[in-house]
């Protein structure tokens, strides 16, 4: 299956280091522009059920702001407790100035 790409904002939305929440099919996207990119992950913490979008952004980290697990934009991958589980990363292409996120699952 071929990714399906749909526009979520403009890039100059996109506030540095300042998570946008955004619905896709029914799946919470946090987007992120950090360090001269743009990230798209899923906004719902691993460990405790809440927005990352709330939270903050450093280091190409976001952080839950409910217990402090941090996730890597990159990979997901959580680099602090008590997060044990990674969240999931989605493709983000920049067209023109638009933002497009897929949240669909290759198989």
């Given at each position: ?93 920049i067209e023109g ?11």
């Amino acid at each position: 299956m071929t990714p399906t790409f749909v526009r979520v904002c403009a890039l100059d939305e996109l506030d540095e280091d300042t998570p946008k929440r955004v619905e896709l099919e029914g799946v919470p996207v946090a987007v992120v522009r950090t360090e001269g990119e743009v990230f798209a992950v899923n906004d719902i913490c691993s460990h405790a059920n809440v927005s990352l979008s709330e939270g903050e952004v450093e280091d190409c980290q976001i952080e839950c702001w409910l217990h402090g697990s941090s996730f890597d934009l990159r990979t997901g991958k959580p680099s602090g407790l008590p997060a044990t589980r990674p969240i999931p990363v989605y493709p983000v292409k920049i067209e023109g100035d638009d933002v497009l996120v897929s949240v669909t699952q290759e198989s």
